[in-house]
């Protein structure tokens, strides 16, 4: 885990310095950028953001926001093969709901594909590119080793015009997927693999999804991204670490071209423990359906977290109290969870749920009245609600024991125990069915243990929840835990049999106090003694409501594993 930092949320903006915020203010001093800062987000449309790209909206959004700079949303858009407009439109909501301003600036490498291209003849007029024949494999086979050098191209020493000539019939669609690619012409002898006369050009016949089949020709990754970077007069490149290794490129680049150079700064990508978080595993959970879609709650995408109930707060709070690295880590889960619930706290109202109901009768009650209850007791703006208690009532399964272990505090047999908000009750007798199933409970009440009321002086050791059984509304709750049982399935080959098979649990016939049948999908609440809850966008309709619970109230996790 990365250095000891401030965990305290207590004020929701947490600010923690990190190195690149040090560079940023030496850059300033210095006025290395003119007193600028822009910084960027340039995600590939080829699947949804997770919470790793989250960290690194954080972090270049969180840097232009704190040196009133400016931050663009980027597309890097160049590959065709694996891109598509609904990714597109998902990442732009996604960074929009993390509160991430880019203003008017969503931008699209493949905007700049003339300009690159140009860039390119540039190169070829310096004898610094030219047109190679091998195929792929054939690059690859003489790329060399850590020991060995790698083998100069045959057509290395092509002449400026035969280049200028192939590379423009490549342009124009002259030849096959894979017959020629346009490299750069550095070093075959380098130590850095990178630097070993790589592939600017490949020939891909293909529809883009904003350019159609205007070109076919597409950029590399590395050849691209900093005239990306240098046509959008970005000062500070943050990428992620394993691309330390490609910035003698995109520095040799620019400065082959000798245009506006930023300043690439790598930091350590997000791993976080019991989630796989690669783009190419994200979409085969999808497509093999081990869960249901991108936007599955158990998902680590920024879209299942919101329909989990995650607030776009938490997950900023979370990128702060993690921080910015220089050396890869994994990050305990259980920190995201922390955030989440520190944060809900705060905004969540409290309410009364039953999720595995059993029934009780108070067999000395008569009609029915309106109780008072605290909507949010961190909250004191919240303010008061009614809770209609009756003679039925639904208290939770596992708040009856019949044959208690020593310090169960709940109901019991002969027992006494609070009624939240309510009376205390004694259990008198137990109904059972025809296989000794707990089915009924007939109780009493104390008419004098009213909470709040003058009269209520007496003491029992244990307080639970309820719901009116009469006015209490029927819901869907869907338990989610850890989608994977081992902490780190990601580098493992067999990840998909490490999947818990018990990472959704569906109940069917808990029910929830009435207020909440005036709330709105995607509304969150503290469901008391049980967790926080939300309700499902996706599932919940006229008829049913469904609630996923978003987090735990403790972690329960920290404890079973003690
Ligand atoms: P994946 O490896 O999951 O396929 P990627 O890096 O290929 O992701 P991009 O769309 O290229 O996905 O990522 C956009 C930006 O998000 C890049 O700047 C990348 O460095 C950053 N990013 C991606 N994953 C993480 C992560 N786990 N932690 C921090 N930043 C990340
Ligand atoms: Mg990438």
């Not at 009624?419 to 069915?433: F, P, Q, S």
């Not at 000794?436 to 009213?450: H, N, Q, S």
């Not at 009469?470 to 850890?482: F, H, I, P, S, T």
């Amino acid at each position: 885990m990365e250095e000891n930092k401030d965990l305290s949320l207590n004020n929701d903006k947490v600010k923690v310095k990190n190195f690149i915020y040090e560079i940023i203010e030496d850059d300033l001093k210095t006025d290395k950028w003119n007193g600028r800062v822009h910084t960027r987000f340039p995600p590939e449309p080829n699947g949804y953001l997770h919470i790793g790209h989250a960290k690194s909206i954080c972090l270049n959004f969180g840097i232009a926001e704190n040196f009133h700079g400016k931050f663009n949303l980027r597309f890097d858009d160049t590959n065709p093969e694996k891109e598509e407009q609904e990714y597109v439109d998902s990442i732009v909501e996604d960074v929009k709901w993390l509160g991430a301003d880019f203003e008017d600036r969503i931008l699209y490498a493949s905007d700049y594909f003339e300009q690159m291209y140009e860039y390119a003849i540039e190169l070829i007029n310096k004898g610094k590119a030219y047109v190679c024949d091998l195929t792929s494999d054939e690059i690859r086979a003489t790329r060399g080793t850590l020991t060995e050098p790698g083998k100069e191209s045959p057509y290395r020493n092509r002449t400026i015009d035969e280049n200028l000539h192939l590379f423009e019939k490549m342009r124009n669609g002259d030849f096959e997927n894979g017959s020629k690619t346009l490299r750069a012409k550095i070093d075959m002898g380098s130590p850095n693999f990178n630097m070993r006369d790589p592939i600017m050009y490949r020939i891909i016949h293909a529809e883009h999804h904003r350019q159609g089949d205007k070109w076919c020709v597409y950029p590399t990754y590395d050849w691209a991204h900093g005239l990306e970077d240098s046509l959008e007069r970005i000062t500070h490149s943050i990428c992620t670490l394993e691309f330390e290794n490609h910035r003698p490129l995109y520095d040799w680049y620019l400065d082959a071209l000798g245009i506006y150079h930023p300043q690439q700064i790598e930091f350590a990508r997000l791993n976080l423990s019991y989630t796989v978080m690669s783009k190419r595993k994200l979409l085969q959970l999808v497509n093999e359906k081990f869960v249901d879609g991108w936007d599955d709650p158990r998902m680590p995408t920024i879209c299942g977290y919101r329909r989990r109930g995650y607030t776009s707060q938490a997950i900023r709070n979370f990128a702060e109290i993690i921080g910015v690295a220089k050396r890869d880590a994994l990050t305990d889960i259980s920190l995201l969870e922390y955030a989440i619930r520190e944060n809900l706290n705060k905004s969540a109202n409290r309410v009364m749920a039953v999720l595995k109901p059993l029934k009780i009768v108070l067999t000395n009650y008569k009609g029915e009245e309106e109780l008072d209850a605290v909507n949010n007791p961190e909250d004191p703006t919240a303010g008061n609600r009614k809770l209609k208690f009756t003679r039925e009532l639904y208290i939770e399964q596992t708040d009856f024991m019949e044959n208690p272990p020593k310090g169960f505090f709940r109901l019991v047999p002969g027992g006494e125990v609070r009624l939240r908000y309510a009376y205390i009750i004694r259990c008198e007798e137990v109904i059972k069915d025809e296989n000794g199933e707990v089915i009924e409970l007939r109780c009493t009440y104390d008419p004098e243990t009213k909470s709040g009321a003058a009269t209520s002086t007496k003491k029992v050791k244990g307080t639970i929840h309820w719901v009116s059984a009469k006015y209490g509304v029927n819901a869907e709750v869907r338990l989610y835990d850890r989608l994977f049982v081992t902490e780190n399935p990601g580098n493992k080959d067999n990840w998909l049999d490490l999947i818990n098979p018990n990472s959704l649990e569906i109940l069917n016939d808990s029910v929830v106090e009435p207020s909440v049948e005036d709330a709105k999908p995607g509304e969150r609440f503290q469901f008391e003694r049980t967790g926080y809850f939300c309700i499902d966008t996706k599932y919940s309709t006229e008829k049913k409501i469904v609630f996923n619970r978003t987090v735990t109230l403790k972690d329960s996790w920290a404890k079973a594993n003690k």
